[in-house]
């Protein structure tokens, strides 16, 4: 049973994110969505908790995708879920050079994991979590972009409801 993980802070989650998940469903027998507790990033919008929740609301009907966190290092939150493979999604060439830095290091913390890289649909290339909340900090529309109970969450966060 080949089993991935699909790790990321999701803040929130966003229709790229979950074309990866949709798309990373139907080639791995379990996928597991870890939102990332990262305390040395900025602050995030929505606690570990709302982006778990918001998350499992968005892959409700995967059967085969569960929604977990974690903290510290990832490798070692994979090789805990004995995880054979990791999935990143990637939206353009400057994502390829981060993500291959990260993977270098997994690699020489455990031979035995692999990473897999997902191009992003096309229509999501441009789609991060960053713009989505800088665009719904100012009530602009996210419809479109995120799921519409995360859209609802933002408006709830920055106050517009």
Same mark, same amino acid.
Do not use: C, W
């Given at each position: 049973? =080949?089993?991935?993980?699909?790790?990321?802070? /999701?803040?929130?989650?966003?229709?790229?994110?979950?074309?990866?998940?949709?798309?990373?469903?139907?080639?791995?027998?379990?996928?597991?969505? %870890?939102?990332?507790?990262?305390?040395?990033?900025?602050?995030?919008? /929505? =606690?570990?908790?709302?982006?778990?929740?918001?998350?499992?609301?968005?892959? +409700? %009907? /995967?059967?085969?995708?569960?929604?977990?966190? /974690?903290?510290?290092?990832? @490798?070692?939150? +994979?090789?805990?879920?004995?995880?054979? #493979?990791?999935?990143?999604?990637?939206? %353009?060439?400057?994502?390829?050079? !981060?993500?291959?830095? @990260?993977? #270098?290091?997994?690699?020489?913390?455990?031979?035995?994991?692999? =990473?897999?890289?997902?191009?992003?649909?096309?229509? !999501?290339?441009?789609?991060?979590?960053?713009?989505?909340?800088?665009? #719904?900090? !100012?009530?602009?529309?996210? #419809?479109?972009?995120?799921?519409?109970?995360?859209?609802? %969450?933002?408006?709830?966060? !920055?106050?517009?409801?």
């Amino acid at each position: 049973m =080949t089993i991935a993980l699909y790790p990321g802070s /999701f803040d929130p989650v966003t229709l790229g994110h979950l074309d990866i998940i949709q798309r990373g469903a139907k080639v791995f027998d379990r996928l597991i969505v %870890a939102v990332l507790h990262n305390s040395g990033k900025s602050q995030p919008l /929505f =606690t570990v908790e709302e982006r778990v929740e918001l998350l499992e609301k968005s892959v +409700a %009907a /995967f059967p085969n995708v569960e929604v977990d966190y /974690f903290d510290g290092l990832m @490798i070692e939150y +994979a090789k805990k879920r004995k995880v054979n #493979a990791v999935l990143r999604g990637l939206r %353009a060439v400057s994502d390829f050079e !981060y993500e291959l830095q @990260i993977t #270098a290091i997994n690699k020489k913390l455990d031979e035995e994991i692999e =990473t897999f890289f997902m191009m992003t649909s096309s229509h !999501y290339s441009f789609l991060s979590s960053s713009i989505v909340k800088e665009v #719904a900090k !100012y009530n602009g529309s996210v #419809a479109g972009l995120v799921p519409e109970h995360v859209e609802l %969450a933002l408006k709830k966060k !920055y106050g517009y409801l």
